[in-house]
């Protein structure tokens, strides 16, 4: 849902809360600094889009207004229908109005969550089709005082005919767009109200014609009014309740929800000066009624503290809508000419047509032609030509990679022109999932923002205290004749107005937004940074974890190695060979066994033997199904080939099968395993034949980012392989790791086990793997990260995904992420110190050493300023260097 309205955490807790109090809302995810909420729920019936409108009136009930609303998902055939609703609120300024959000939605709406980006101003609610329908979500938003402007229920799936990325780009920047220019324009009409005012107060009064005229009484309705108080009350009214009249809105329905921002503050700031001027215009006390002019120039501040602030955080999500803009709007589709075949189509050598088509329109398998200079529409394989791509904005890699036929594209710009058959489109392609993945990033909170909230949730309510004492105590000095006559005669004020002054100054000098937004706009920046660099963070709870990671497990095979393990050496053990097979027929056996196995070393055994028999051969001997085929994982496989027994595997699946291990094989497999080889052993009828030595080299870049992570980060390193201690001991040499960091003959369950180990000792760990076969051991690691998942990103079962599957990117990983939660924690301690010496100051609890007061004016600038600081500390992010 995007929502429009929201300026600080208060605005979301407020849409939070009233979106779970829709009945069939499970989760609620609020992203304050894109201004969306992702909801999930459970759908009644058929009755989705009307759950959407329940969404959507829930977030209007809070005050704000939802612009759109799309249906991501939808379970259906669960036992409790789920609805699932994205919704645009307008209203929402701060985080106080998502707190109250979600706190009505909680309350009211049981079993409904709902995520609310604060500064997309957009919602995604999910809830229970069978309690509540959409209407009755956006009721619930509305009751409070939001406006859902749109609720669009998200499609099954994601599916591709949602609206394509493309189009969300555009969106989403047109909304950030008009968010800015609402704000200008609320800004420039406070303006055009408030230099009158500055005119009649500063100006025209030094001016002896006008200073004559503005110091006349006209007696209107039985009160002499002086011209001068008159025509400020006639400028300042409609800036304070038209131009203002936001403030009081979303401070009526903060007040209501029980969640108060700032707009209480300001609200209560401006009607205590407007309300002091009225009386003093009513009861002839000129110098009261001059605070019309403080009203209104407060009301002009904020407004322009918050325009700013808007511009601020719009380059908060620069990264995602760089990451957006790389998905085409069209592509060249390709289709063969007429009397060609497309069994044997060549574009190179074949006619062709070809159709700037929508990219609504491209389907997998279709062939896409793309040109120099031009961004690739989806992922597929280069069919034809070659071409140089630029993924940098995909995976990070500053460096053009070459593409030739085989060639996977996931998306980037291109330098050549190929020809494309496209593998993936819409939600699908590794771009999406990028997108899609950042974005739900921002959405969960880092598990520090509870800390803000809760500081936020009582700021107003001890701020409102604080400046009715400061009133009341300065007021009480002046009358006992504690604080001298001539503190306020110099002044030319009056006991009341020197003593308001210090109140108003100190409520409108508070900023709980710098609280609300300190956590969001570093993690979505912070996020995207990480994103370009080819580190895809799944959430803010995985951030603050590997903030905190002090050992890391990694998985040899794939992740400190290329995972491309290749035989380097075939040795025939002669004397054991009586039946003196040609060596043909041995590889010939082996492949016909290994073909069945997925191992990545039984795939190393078929491509050797693929390598080294001749075409000639293979025709007349085409590969055999093995019977009896049986696989052990971590340590071989046996079956039977055309009624030879065959067996390959390390030495504890050969004594498992009760073959001996000759001293000839011992001898090889301890040489091989000394240099860093994995040793196996293949026996054909119980007998040991041949030892081969599969190497698999080590990436370029593992042994320097593993001495960064040990040395400069200060983590300690462990790794997991199944190799025996010979090898692994051979391995750890290369890599610089002591050899009792090493975990050996492990299989998987022993990557979990060290693990938990580890845990045991409170240690954090984060553990490096592929994905796919240690997803255990990343499920169970305080931190998972997946390497080179490719086009798959979003189906891994981890915390992070390093697209690149560099080892150094463990180390940006981990630098970023503590890079990230330490600016984190500066934010909330900028916005902690700025209140904490701020509301002192504006109370006036150094006036009587300085005699000097903090203007109300100057004391709304300062607030504007405070919220501005904390989004450009949070910008600051973007000039983060890689290790």
């Known amino acids: 849902l995007e929502i429009r309205g929201m300026t600080c955490s208060m605005c979301a807790q407020a849409i939070d809360v009233k979106l779970r109090s829709v009945p069939g809302v499970t989760e609620v995810a609020i992203n304050l600094t894109t201004d969306t909420a992702t909801v999930a729920f459970r759908p009644r019936d058929s009755e989705t889009k009307g759950r959407l409108e329940e969404l959507t ?78 209407e009755t979500i956006q009721e619930t938003i509305e009751s409070i005082g939001y406006t859902v402007t749109s609720a669009n229920e998200l499609p099954e799936n994601n599916s591709t005919e949602s609206t394509s990325m493309e189009e969300s780009w555009e969106h989403f920047t047109r909304r950030q767009e008009a968010k800015v220019q609402a704000q200008r324009r609320a800004f420039l009409s406070s303006l055009a109200g408030t230099l009158p005012i500055l005119l009649f107060t500063m100006v025209f009064p030094h001016i002896l014609p006008s200073h004559t005229f503005l110091n006349r009484h006209i007696s209107i309705w039985g009160y002499d009014l002086e011209w001068q108080a008159l025509i400020l009350w006639i400028l300042a009214t409609p800036v304070q309740f038209i131009t203002g009249w936001g403030f009081y809105k979303h401070a009526y329905f903060g007040i209501m929800s029980g969640k108060a921002g700032m707009d209480v503050l300001v609200a209560l700031g401006t009607t205590a000066s407007y309300g002091y001027a009225l009386e003093g215009l009513l009861t002839g006390d000129d110098e009261a009624a001059h605070f019309f002019e403080t009203s209104a120039v407060l009301i002009c501040f904020v407004l322009a503290g918050k325009w700013m602030q808007v511009l601020a955080v719009r380059r908060t999500s620069e990264a995602l809508t760089a990451l957006m803009k790389l998905q085409s709007k ?20 074949d006619p062709y047509h070809e159709a700037v088509v929508p990219i609504q329109e491209v389907h997998a398998g279709d062939m896409v032609k793309i040109i120099r200079g031009a961004s690739i529409p989806a992922d597929g394989n280069v069919l034809f030509g070659e071409v140089s791509v630029d993924e940098s904005m995909v995976t990070g890699e500053s460096v053009p990679v070459l593409k030739g036929p085989g060639s996977v594209v996931l998306g980037g710009t291109v330098f ?100 609300g937004l300190a956590t969001p706009t570093a993690v979505m920046v912070g996020t995207g940074v990480g994103a370009k660099l080819g580190v895809l963070m799944k959430g803010g709870e995985a951030l603050e974890v590997a903030s905190k990671v002090n050992s890391v497990v990694f998985d040899k095979t794939g992740t400190l190695t290329q995972g491309k393990p290749a035989i380097t050496d075939f040795v025939r053990l002669d004397e054991e060979n009586p039946n003196d097979w040609p060596e043909d027929d041995l590889l010939w056996m082996l492949a016909s066994l290994e073909r069945t196995s997925e191992h990545p070393l039984a795939n190393a055994v078929v491509s050797y033997a693929e390598e080294h028999l001749s075409v000639d051969y293979l025709e007349q001997h085409p590969f055999a199904q093995p019977s009896n085929f049986r696989a052990i994982t971590g340590r071989g496989a046996s079956g039977v080939v055309q009624g030879t027994s065959v067996a390959v595997g390390n030495r504890s699946f050969a004594n498992v099968l009760n073959i001996s291990v000759p001293a000839q094989a011992e001898a090889v497999m301890k040489r091989l395993e000394e240099q860093g080889k994995t040793a196996i052993l293949a026996a054909f009828n119980d007998h040991a034949y041949v030892v081969m030595g599969i190497a698999d080299e080590l990436k370029s870049d593992a042994a320097a980012s593993l001495s960064y992570l040990k040395n400069t980060l200060g983590v300690d390193i462990w790794m997991v392989t199944g190799d025996n201690s010979r090898t692994a001991k051979a391995i750890s040499r290369k890599l610089g790791l002591a050899p009792n960091r090493v975990i050996s003959e492990a299989l998987p369950a022993a990557k979990v086990q060290k693990v938990r180990q580890l845990q045991a000792e409170g240690r954090v760990v984060a553990m490096v793997g592929d994905g796919v076969n240690d997803s255990p051991a990343l499920a169970q690691a305080d931190v998972g990260m997946s390497v080179g998942t490719g086009a798959d990103i979003a189906a891994e079962a981890s915390d992070m995904v390093l697209v690149k599957a560099h080892v150094t990117d463990v180390c940006v990983a981990l630098h970023l992420s503590r890079v990230i939660f330490r600016r984190i924690q500066l934010n909330l301690l900028l916005s902690l110190v700025y209140n904490c010496l701020g509301i002192p100051i504006a109370a006036g609890l150094f006036y009587p050493y300085v005699r000097t007061r903090l203007p109300p004016t100057v004391a709304a600038l300062a607030m504007a300023l405070s919220s501005i600081s904390v989004v450009l500390s949070s910008l600051s992010l973007q000039l983060y260097q890689p290790p």
């Open 57 to 134: 009136g829930a977030i209007e009930d809070a005050g704000y207004e939802v612009v759109t609303a799309r249906l991501m998902n939808c379970e259906n055939g669960s036992s409790e229908p789920r609805g699932k609703a994205e919704l645009v609120i307008q209203g929402m300024t701060c985080s106080m109005c998502v707190q109250a959000i979600e706190n009505v939605v909680r309350q009211d709406l049981q079993n409904t969550t709902i995520a609310i980006h604060l500064s997309t101003d957009t919602a995604v609610v999910d809830w229970d089709t069978t309690k509540y329908s959409l």
């Open 330 to 349: 069209t592509a060249v589709k390709i289709t063969p000419g007429n009397k060609v075949s497309s069994a044997s189509f060549n574009p190179l050598f």
């Open 416 to 515: 050549g022109a190929a020809f494309v058959e496209v593998t993936g489109v819409g939600s699908s392609t590794a771009l999406a999932q990028i997108v899609q993945l950042v974005q739900e990033a921002q959405t969960r909170s880092v598990p520090i923002q509870s800390f803000a909230d809760r500081i936020s949730g009582i700021f107003v309510p001890t701020v409102c205290t604080i400046s009715l004492l400061t009133y009341m105590v300065w007021y009480a000095l002046c009358s006992s004749k504690v604080v001298p006559a001539s503190w306020y005669d110099d002044l030319g004020e009056s006991m009341t107005t020197f003593s308001l002054k210090f109140a108003i100054a100190c409520l409108v000098i508070s900023c709980p937004c710098a609280l």
